[in-house]
């Protein structure tokens, strides 16, 4: 519908941008023009809407099917790897080795065979025949972002599938990482066969998740949460659900026209309960999703509440592993500290600090993590005999005189009985070293949930309508796409 393009588009800045119809009046007031009547303005962004869901959609499941087969497809190839190592006298070409309980002489025979003979590299003639064969070798099952559409749905701008439909027929340019890859092919020439087995320890991939509310305290009428492929994944949006308490307009029908029915609406109230369950719930409609999908999770990285898995467990039958995200774990060990009353602001971060080394220092070393723990105490207190060289300086350089450059008069702290308190707050965390050893991370979520507040304002409410579930997916499609969201916005409705 290109005659109405610059309306639509009004409207996709709306969401994306300038805010609803006052703002925009206001906005046009400043230019000195007339302004338009907000009913109408709504209507636009409505209709950009739909479109601006349909790109965010297209491009959540494609994130989330990008960042699956990755990590499905690492995790093989380090199985295979450790599977080679443990295979003994193994001709890395032909892929064989002989028996444990073979003759020797057998073993003798196949290294006489000369590894040039049994080349197995192999050159492609063209990309699109190594992508092919990619994708058929999957080592997971992988889902196909084009659904089947029948052709005889209706072709309204409503319809979701028809609409998700057209957002993978427009043209797309290739992004950096697609560039990237396709350069090494060339550079190549060939592409080498990789002994690579499918994934067997794992089912489902990790993915960072974080609920957000639209007002401070508990008693929020909305919230949204969002599921995001890890860093090393490109930290894209996998899954954004967004949940309401109210419903606008069901409750002015309640309100001003008693006993009658209900006018059609796109009713947005899909949550019964207090505010809190709001992230339980989400976390279980969100993990659900992307198991139909085809894409599950099994390890989510979050903050340190734990009731999202007890829901997942119940409803869904499914166990998750859970990873704790650093700055939470510093951060409540901070407000530990803080409520004990009896050391300065300065002492507590430097101790936080200390055990923010730690955790980086040891990961994957679960008796690291915990002399390291244990240490961290005794040592602000001039005690140095459970710390190691590699994080005590004064073990470091036995030689040079040591100080505590970050504590009060460069002095070791004194005070028995605030060392046995501090002790006390530490032995939990001492104790559980070995889930702090495998830690992940949820800052991608703090991120994504600022760039949330940036389009719904925790200021104004935008709950009472589909206006918060928009402004959120167009920060999906913000954060996946980048600025090129706005163009295959425009792109989809034009075409
Ligand atoms: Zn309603
Ligand atoms: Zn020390």
């Given amino acids: 519908m290109p005659c109405f393009a610059i309306n639509t588009k009004l409207g996709t800045g709306m969401i994306d941008s300038i805010g609803g119809p006052v703002r925009v009046n206001n906005f046009l007031s400043t230019l000195n023009l007339k302004p338009v009547n907000s009913k109408s303005l709504k209507n636009m962004e409505r209709r950009a809407g739909v479109f601006v869901e349909a790109v965010a959609n297209t491009s959540?499941?494609?994130?989330?099917?990008?960042?699956?087969?990755?990590?499905?497809?690492?995790?093989?190839?380090?199985?295979?790897?450790?599977?080679?190592?443990?295979?003994?006298?193994?001709i890395d070409d032909l892929g064989v080795c002989p028996l444990p309980d073979s003759l020797v002489a057998s073993g003798k025979l196949l290294n006489v065979i000369p590894s040039s003979s049994l080349d197995l590299d192999i050159s492609f003639e063209s990309d699109d025949t190594i992508d092919d064969q990619q994708q058929n070798n999957a080592s997971t099952p992988r889902q196909t972002l084009s659904t089947p559409i029948s052709d005889d749905s209706p072709k309204t701008p409503c319809n979701p599938t028809h609409l998700e439909k057209r957002v993978l027929q427009t043209p797309r340019a290739p992004?950096?990482?697609?560039?990237?890859?396709?350069?090494?092919?060339?550079?190549?020439?060939?592409?080498?066969?990789?002994?690579?087995?499918?994934?067997?320890?794992?089912?489902?991939?990790?993915?960072?998740?974080?609920?957000?509310?639209?007002?401070?305290?508990?008693?929020?009428?909305?919230?949204?949460?969002?599921?995001m492929s890890k860093a090393?994944?490109?930290?894209?949006?996998?899954?954004?659900?967004?949940?309401?308490?109210?419903?606008?307009?069901?409750?002015?029908?309640?309100?001003?026209?008693?006993?009658?029915?209900?006018?059609?609406?796109?009713?947005?109230?899909?949550?019964?309960?207090?505010?809190?369950?709001?992230?339980c719930k989400s976390g279980?409609?969100?993990?659900?999703?992307?198991?139909?999908?085809?894409?599950?999770?099994?390890?989510?990285?979050?903050?340190?509440?734990t009731t999202m898995l007890s829901h997942i467990k119940s409803d869904l039958n499914m166990t998750l592993k859970k990873r704790y995200d650093r700055n939470h774990i510093v951060k409540n060990i901070g407000k530990n500290l803080?409520?004990?009353?009896?050391?300065?602001?300065?002492?507590?971060?430097?101790?936080?600090?200390?055990?923010?080394?730690?955790?980086?220092?040891?990961?994957?070393?679960?008796?690291?993590?915990?002399?390291?723990?244990?240490?961290?105490?005794?040592?602000?207190?001039?005690?140095?005999?459970?710390?190691?060289?590699?994080?005590?300086?004064?073990?470091?350089?036995?030689?040079?005189?040591?100080v505590h450059r970050s504590l009060p008069y460069k002095a070791s702290l004194k005070d028995d009985s605030l060392r046995s308190q501090l002790e006390k707050i530490f032995e939990p965390i001492v104790n559980n070293a070995e889930q702090l050893a495998d830690l992940g991370s949820s800052?991608?979520?703090e991120h994504a949930n600022r760039e949330v507040t940036l389009r719904a304002p925790k200021s104004l409410h935008y709950g009472n309508s589909e206006s918060l579930d928009f402004r959120v997916a167009a920060t999906a499609a913000f954060i996946n796409e980048g600025r090129n969201s706005r163009k295959y916005i425009t792109q989809t409705y034009v075409l």
């Fill in 60 to 90: 959540t499941r494609k994130a989330a099917t990008d960042a699956f087969n990755t990590e499905m497809e690492e995790i093989g190839e380090a199985e295979s790897a450790e599977a080679l190592k443990s295979m003994g006298q193994m």
């Fill in 175 to 227: 992004s950096r990482s697609e560039k990237f890859k396709k350069k090494v092919d060339k550079v190549k020439g060939k592409k080498v066969v990789k002994l690579s087995y499918p994934c067997k320890t794992r089912r489902g991939m990790s993915a960072a998740a974080d609920t957000a509310w639209h007002k401070r305290g508990f008693d929020s009428l909305t919230s949204h949460t969002f599921f």
């Fill in 232 to 279: 090393k994944y490109g930290r894209k949006v996998i899954k954004s659900v967004v949940r309401h308490r109210t419903c606008g307009t069901c409750n002015w029908w309640r309100r001003n026209r008693p006993r009658m029915p209900v006018r059609k609406h796109r009713c947005v109230c899909n949550h019964i309960g207090s505010a809190k369950l709001m992230e």
């Fill in 284 to 305: 279980v409609q969100g993990v659900k999703e992307l198991s139909d999908e085809g894409t599950p999770i099994e390890i989510i990285e979050g903050d340190g509440d």
């Fill in 338 to 402: 803080y409520s004990l009353k009896k050391i300065s602001k300065s002492v507590i971060q430097h101790i936080q600090k200390c055990i923010k080394y730690a955790f980086a220092k040891n990961q994957g070393d679960k008796t690291g993590m915990e002399e390291n723990l244990r240490a961290i105490i005794p040592h602000q207190f001039g005690d140095h005999s459970s710390c190691h060289s590699r994080f005590c300086g004064f073990k470091w350089k036995p030689e040079e005189k040591y």
């Fill in 443 to 445: 800052q991608q979520c």
